[in-house]
């Protein structure tokens, strides 16, 4: 058994200006709770001696039942007034992966992405015939009242009309253009076997454009796994992650340039992404059981649990992990 005191996971609930002034206590103590509870799920997988695509995915489905995050339950509303959910897992041993996008009224779409993964040929399934997979899977689905949340419909109504899509969380008080928050969720993990393992899920972007798929279901841009490198998970605006193809780009900076996690995942966010204007984050592990979780805006929601040691943090810190 290699690699047992190194077993870990690491999650995010999304970046982007996610202010101290903006968050009440309340809030802050529930978006802290929903992370600590996703990373136990998550991390008691793995010390079963489950694997980590069981844990990222144990840890994802949490997220997604959690009304405060943009993802399954709590999935913003598109310009239709719907929601369109993307989601992708992959695994770094053999180098499967699943995925979906603009899928509707399936209660946990990264159980979709698995199962396209263990039980298709394909990798990535999208709208009706991703349902029709689903329902041939057995898969639960909700009507549209299980995913309607009047928070997210006044979001979606202050944008309703207009060309502009919109990063989710965004406070009455602020311009669109002055907070732009993204509620995507993602975990990643390496189990007591050393194996990788990545997820991601998302509801997208408010007011989005019907048909529109983001960065997250898209393998080796918001969501990647390589036992010989590491496990990513990105959010932040989806259009330039896929441009900067950002989670592949951190396993090639370190297999082609020999550079850490933490230095790869580094010029990934802060130099490669952040020089065409991007923003957001990611949350990585590699197969020593780093953990990095670098972001370029003002917060994100994220959190690790290794042995005897159990982290969520909202904004900015200067702790290395
Ligand atoms: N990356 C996601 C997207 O563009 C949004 C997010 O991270 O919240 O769909």
């Not at 529930?30 to 844990?55: F, M, P, S, W």
């Not at 993802?71 to 992708?88: H, L, R, T």
Request: proline share 2%; with cysteine.
């Amino acid at each position: 058994m290699e690699n047992k005191r190194n077993i870990g996971i690491a999650i995010h609930g999304g970046a982007g200006t996610i202010l101290r002034s903006k968050m009440t206590p309340e809030r802050e103590t529930n978006y802290r709770n929903a992370l600590k509870e996703a990373l136990e799920v998550g991390y008691a997988c793995l010390q079963q001696g489950q694997t980590a695509i069981d844990a990222v995915e144990a840890a994802v489905i949490l997220l997604e039942d959690c009304p405060l995050f943009n993802a399954g339950k709590g999935s913003v509303f598109n310009a239709e007034g719907k929601q369109e959910m993307d989601a992708s897992i992959m695994e770094g041993k053999e180098l499967e992966a699943g995925a979906v996008a603009a899928i509707q009224g399936i209660k946990n779409p990264i159980k979709l992405a698995r199962k396209i993964m263990e039980e298709s040929a394909h990798i990535l399934l999208i709208g009706e015939g991703a349902s029709q997979f689903a329902q041939s899977h057995q898969l639960d689905f909700e009507a549209p009242k299980y995913f309607y949340n009047a928070y997210r419909y006044e979001q979606w109504q202050r944008l309703y009309g207009k060309e502009k899509a919109q990063l989710d969380h965004s406070e009455e008080e602020t311009k669109p253009e002055e907070d732009e928050k993204y509620g995507t969720v993602g975990a990643v993990a390496l189990d007591q076997f050393g194996n990788l393992a990545a997820a991601t899920s998302t509801g997208g972007m408010t007011n989005k454009k019907f048909g529109r798929v983001g960065d997250s279901p898209i393998i080796g841009v918001g969501t990647y796994a390589n036992n010989a490198t590491c496990a990513i998970s990105c959010t932040g605006s989806g259009e330039y992650f896929m441009r900067a193809v950002t989670a592949y780009d951190v396993s090639c900076l370190m297999e082609y340039k020999g550079l850490s996690l933490q230095a790869a995942a580094e010029e990934a966010i802060m130099n490669r992404l952040s020089q065409i204007g991007g923003s957001g984050g990611l949350i990585g592990m590699d197969a020593q059981g780093n953990i990095v979780m670098p972001f370029n805006c003002a917060g994100m929601y994220r959190g690790f649990q290794r042995e005897k040691e159990q982290v969520v943090e909202i904004f900015k810190s200067h702790r290395s992990h």
